[in-house]
C-alpha cells in the first residue's frame, strides 16, 4: 500500500460509514477511528447494534468508507460489504475504546466490519483508482 494513503488512514480522527437503508437511499453516519484495521483489507468500528447503521448492514452488506485530511487536500474513499460481529466480552473491548466511545453507552454495542473492493485516493485533485484483488 503507498506510504501516504497509509498514513491518511492511520492518522484519521473521523470516519464516515455509509449504509443502505431499506428504501435504497445512503445512510451516513460519523465514526471514531477503527478499533482494528489491516491495511485498507479491512476494519473494524464500534457501532450501537441497536441503531440505523446496524440495521441497514443486516439488510443490506454493500457500502463505504471515506476519511480525509482537509489540511492536505487528501481523502480515501473506500467501497465495499460491512458485517455485524456480535460481543462475547464487551470488557476485552473497552481497553480499546476512546474516552467518547466509552461515553455513548450502548446497550447493545457491536463491531462493524468493514471489508474493501475498491479504493479511490484523491490527493490535491489526482485520483488514484484501485480494485483489492480477491483473496
Known amino acids: 500500500m503507498d506510504k501516504k494513503m497509509e498514513t491518511l488512514l492511520a492518522t484519521a480522527d473521523t470516519y464516515t460509514l455509509v449504509t443502505i437503508d431499506s428504501r435504497g437511499f445512503p445512510h451516513t453516519i ?32 454493500s457500502g463505504s468508507l471515506f476519511c480525509f485530511d482537509k489540511e492536505k487536500h487528501e481523502s480515501i474513499a473506500l467501497k465495499g460489504y460491512f458485517f455485524i460481529e456480535e460481543l462475547v466480552e464487551y470488557k476485552l473491548l473497552a481497553a480499546k475504546l476512546n474516552d467518547f466511545q466509552k461515553q455513548l ?8 466490519i468493514f471489508e474493501t473492493l475498491s479504493l479511490k485516493h484523491y490527493e490535491n485533485m489526482h485520483a488514484e483508482i484501485l480494485d483489492v484483488p480477491e483473496k
Request: no cysteine; charged share 20%; hydrophobic share 30%.
Open 105 to 112: 453507552n450502548y446497550e447493545h454495542p457491536v463491531i462493524a
Open 30 to 61: 460519523a465514526v471514531s477511528p477503527p478499533l482494528e484495521r489491516n491495511g485498507f483489507y479491512y476494519f473494524k468500528f464500534y457501532i450501537n447494534g441497536e441503531g440505523k447503521t446496524a440495521e441497514n448492514i443486516r439488510m443490506n452488506r
